[in-house]
């Protein structure tokens, strides 16, 4: 056991109540099937601001978000829905929060990136361009 976690600084995140409870839940659920993913999203929520759902801004990736991303490695745009596991269809966009992207993007907000392991364990950049919330209809136009 290392005192020092080899993760590199990450940028700040915030999560609703809801979302940081039901991960946490499905996390702990998932530690025997997929115990990395599990662990890495175990520490977001850990280190995540967690804030009252009403007062989670419109613009965080959370469960539901529609999120516009570039993963650094391939110089790709892609856009995404960050579902649970029973709901993902990657031809459909909708990658699981116990994907390792799915996991990277949790909290972020337009313009923040993170270095994240992929299924390799390889580092890579993930920087989020735009955000929609399924979940926030007060904020839809």
């Known amino acids: 056991m290392s005192a020092s976690s080899p993760a590199p600084?990450?940028?700040?995140?915030i999560l609703s109540e809801t979302d940081a409870d039901r991960i946490t839940d499905l996390a702990l659920s998932a530690?025997?099937?997929?115990?990395?993913v599990s662990r890495?999203?175990?520490?977001?929520?850990?280190?995540?601001?967690?804030?009252?759902?009403?007062?989670t801004p419109?613009?965080?990736?959370?469960?539901?978000?529609?999120v516009e991303?570039?993963?650094?490695?391939?110089?790709?745009?892609r856009v995404v829905t960050l579902v649970y596991p029973?709901?993902?269809d990657i031809s459909a966009g909708r990658i699981s929060i116990l994907t390792p992207v799915?996991?990277?993007?949790?909290?972020l907000q337009p313009g923040q990136s993170i270095q994240w392991p992929d299924r390799e364990g390889h580092e890579?950049?993930?920087?989020?361009?735009?955000?929609?919330?399924?979940?926030?209809?007060e904020l839809a136009v």
């Not at 929520?45 to 007062?55: K, L």
């Not at 993963?71 to 790709?76: L, R």
């Not at 890579?124 to 735009?130: A, I």
């Open 9 to 13: 600084s990450r940028p700040n995140i």
């Open 31 to 36: 530690q025997q099937r997929s115990p990395e």
């Open 40 to 55: 890495l999203l175990l520490e977001e929520v850990e280190r995540a601001e967690v804030r009252p759902d009403d007062e």
């Open 58 to 66: 419109g613009d965080i990736v959370g469960m539901g978000a529609r």
């Open 69 to 77: 991303f570039v993963d650094q490695a391939h110089a790709e745009s």
């Open 86 to 88: 029973a709901e993902a």
């Open 102 to 107: 799915g996991a990277g993007l949790l909290g």
């Open 124 to 137: 890579r950049e993930l920087r989020v361009v735009s955000v929609r919330r399924a979940d926030t209809p």
